[in-house]
């Protein structure tokens, strides 16, 4: 399997060059939207160390005996907070796929700094802003958390206003959609030991993301991303130095027209039985819940999709994923998100 250039794009002449500036790294990226909806970003001023004490902490958290982490496992409605135990999920189930469990185990936070407002505390809004959950005697982890949470948080509206002008748009034209976005930071361990596997296991099967951007700090080790090409075939994508790989997921292909593409992705296995573990760091950004997603469209061209809320297709994409192929989620109410 080969590995794929996916292009690899310095944004800080958009926060710090001339229109023309911006306008060059807009159509980079439009490009690359249109072609994989898989992209690098360069130049994005988030500090390497900041980086680099949360994935030591990633990787301190997921040493822990099981019955520690087990203290802060995910809660029994299965909202994407806290830790969840290896084999958990099943990714491909959000495609219908009865795939084995996915060989990783994660944890989870949301938002930071929640307001007690009834948009934020109402039933609606539990799937996404529910109280993160963090484990005793261990500052440092929060700390590099939250603060990486925030750095993405920047990120992610940079790059938001990119998005906009990419499509056309006033640069500002998401601001008033994502003040209050529903975002969710992962730290995953993909276990390097690997024997034993079923016919068909990987680390995480293959799906869609499903708001509207991804960015990833991912270890560049074998067993790492792959991405399905629109032509056929998986190939390997490998990070640039320093850069985070980007991705767009349904709701913005959806907001897009499918002018930009979500494409199938999976994580794979290593070759070797016993190889290292590999570590993740994904910033899944998503819109406010009740943004209304809306299809950009060129002239003359018919919308694909009616106008709906974000939370209406959503919920049900996570939900699969979460319960993963061999539950039966569908047995659950409306409330078990996440």
């Not at 075939?233 to 709701?251: K, L």
Request: with cysteine; proline share 7%; charged share 30%.
């Amino acid at each position: 399997m080969a590995h794929h250039p996916v292009p690899t794009i310095d944004i800080s002449p958009y926060v710090a060059g001339s229109e023309s500036d911006r306008d060059d790294v807009a159509r980079a990226v439009d490009r690359a939207c249109r072609d994989t909806g898989f992209f690098a970003i360069t130049g994005h001023g988030v500090p390497e160390p900041a980086i680099d004490r949360l994935r030591a902490e990633a990787v301190d958290f997921f040493a822990l005996r099981e019955d520690r982490k087990r203290l802060v496992e995910r809660p029994a409605d299965r909202i994407s907070r806290g830790w969840n135990a290896l084999r958990d999920r099943s990714l491909a189930y959000s495609l219908g796929k009865d795939t084995p469990p996915d060989l990783q185990e994660s944890f989870a936070m949301g938002p930071v700094a929640v307001p007690d407002e009834p948009y934020y505390t109402c039933d609606r809004a539990r799937a996404f802003f529910a109280p993160n959950i963090w484990p005793d005697g261990r500052p440092g982890f929060r700390e590099s958390m939250e603060s990486y949470y925030r750095a993405m948080e920047d990120l992610s509206h940079t790059v938001m206003r990119i998005f906009a002008r990419a499509l056309g748009r006033e640069d500002g034209y998401f601001d008033d959609r994502i003040d209050r976005h529903s975002s969710s930071l992962r730290l995953i361990r993909y276990p390097g030991r690997t024997e034993g596997s079923e016919p068909g296991q990987r680390r995480a099967g293959e799906h869609h993301d499903y708001g509207s951007l991804t960015i990833l700090r991912g270890d560049n080790l074998p067993g790492g991303l792959q991405v399905k090409l629109r032509r056929g075939g998986w190939i390997d994508v490998v990070r640039p130095e320093g850069g985070f790989i980007c991705n767009i997921g349904d709701a913005m292909m959806r907001w897009t027209n499918h002018r930009w593409v979500s494409t199938l992705h999976r994580v794979g296995l290593p070759e070797g039985a016993d190889s290292p573990d590999r570590i993740s760091i994904v910033f899944f950004h998503n819109p406010n819940y009740d943004a209304e997603i809306r299809c950009i469209t060129a002239d003359g061209e018919p919308a694909r999709y009616p106008p709906c809320a974000f939370d209406s297709f959503y919920v049900d994409k996570l939900r699969r994923g979460s319960f993963g192929a061999r539950q039966t989620p569908a047995t659950h109410t409306a409330a078990d998100r996440g």
